[in-house]
């Protein structure tokens, strides 16, 4: 068991790493807002963003069970105060003044579902969210996570537009995930330190529309032609393979935490002047010719300053995003249409 003075210099340790090349002293205050906070991926979540010095307030909101969460979290002595709301009456004040808010809101996949069959509950969800963003919080940036993300990120952009809050540069669908677990099964089979890796994951996040680069991947690697699809198969089923290990108890929620949790931070070192911070998102993009698409992106004090290229693809890379356009294509349909009606 960790003793409580080893967790301690653990987190005084991670506090001194994360200020390094910080450009302002002190610093600034972040109020960052979890929606969702009580399911399986907002604890976790909102656990790992009590932990970043980066956050000077810590809003927690959820339909139920955020008071509880919020207490826990609240003992736990870093920087952030944190306030726990619950129910709709309570979501404009957990909303105002956010510098990020993360949407964890919505239900997750049971074996033999899509991340499409999510939608008819999702899509209101988000719209809502969305909605109240757009009235207390208009220039926050929102690091999506509900899924399906391919027409949640959509369904954002059509509600900020109709309440003339929209800026594409704030918005961003959260694909983390999918590098985190092209970095793992990468670094497992080219046999290279995984800490080093680096695999860019463009298109969108479901199925096919998830399309790892393991062409570009660094440290390179020699891999074979089948090695390369069957850890792109691997990739787009990650999500898959754990729906089917919870066997009906839900998605991934601790590796999803995880992965939220490094692109918030992103966010914050970016809204703080860290020049050259670069991940993958799902943002609007003109990179091809589909409104939305995850590529990576460098971020600035306003959100992404640019939507970078997908440089050179392989025969695979580029038969890959051949295949997903249509997908990706009427996913994003049916969010804009939906949030149009
Ligand atoms: N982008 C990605 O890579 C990933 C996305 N997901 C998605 O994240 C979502 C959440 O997954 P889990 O946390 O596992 O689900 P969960 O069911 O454990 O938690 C969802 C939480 O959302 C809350 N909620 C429902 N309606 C709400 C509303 N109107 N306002 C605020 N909160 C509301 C629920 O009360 C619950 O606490 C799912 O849609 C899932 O598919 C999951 C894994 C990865
Ligand atoms: O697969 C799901 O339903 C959840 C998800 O998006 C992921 O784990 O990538």
Not at 288 to 314: C, H, I, M, Q, Y
């Amino acid at each position: 068991m960790m003793k409580p003075s080893m967790l301690r210099s653990a987190v005084s340790r991670c506090s001194q790493l994360s200020r390094r090349g910080y450009a302002t002293n002190p610093v600034p205050e972040r109020k960052v807002v979890v929606l969702g906070a009580a399911g399986g991926i907002g604890q976790p979540l909102s656990l790992l963003m009590k932990l970043n010095p980066l956050v000077s307030s810590l809003s927690l909101y959820d339909i139920a069970g955020t008071p509880g969460v919020a207490a826990a979290v609240s003992h736990i002595n870093t920087r952030s105060e944190v306030v726990g709301y619950q129910g709709e009456e309570q979501l404009g004040k957990a909303l105002e003044g956010a510098d990020i808010v993360i949407i964890p809101a919505g239900v997750p996949r049971k074996p033999g579902m899509t991340r499409d069959d999510l939608f008819n509950i999702n899509a209101g969800i988000v719209k809502g969210l969305c909605s109240a963003i757009a009235k207390y919080c208009p220039h926050a940036l929102v690091n999506m996570i509900s899924n399906p993300v391919n027409s949640t990120v959509p369904i954002a952009a059509e509600v900020f537009k109709k309440a003339g809050t929209y800026d594409e540069r704030r918005l961003f669908g959260v694909t983390t995930l999918d590098v985190v677990r092209a970095k793992t099964f990468y670094a497992g089979k080219a046999k290279v330190p995984v800490a080093e890796v680096n695999v860019p994951v463009v298109g969108g996040h479901a199925g096919i529309t998830i399309l790892p680069l393991f062409s570009q991947a660094t440290p390179q690697a020699n891999l074979d032609h089948d090695l390369i699809q069957a850890l792109t198969k691997r990739t787009q089923d990650g999500g898959t393979e754990v729906v089917e290990a919870k066997a009906g108890k839900g998605s991934a929620t601790l590796s999803m935490a995880y992965a939220g949790a490094i692109f918030a931070d992103a966010c914050l070192k970016s809204l703080n002047g860290v020049p050259d911070v670069v991940e993958c998102s799902y943002v609007q993009s003109s990179v091809t010719d589909l409104p939305f698409f995850a590529s990576k992106v460098r971020l600035g004090k306003n959100g992404w300053d640019e939507v970078l290229g997908l440089g050179t693809l392989s025969d695979f890379g580029n038969q890959g995003l051949e295949n997903l356009k249509g997908e990706l294509q009427s996913s994003i349909e049916k969010g804009i249409k939906f949030a149009n009606q």
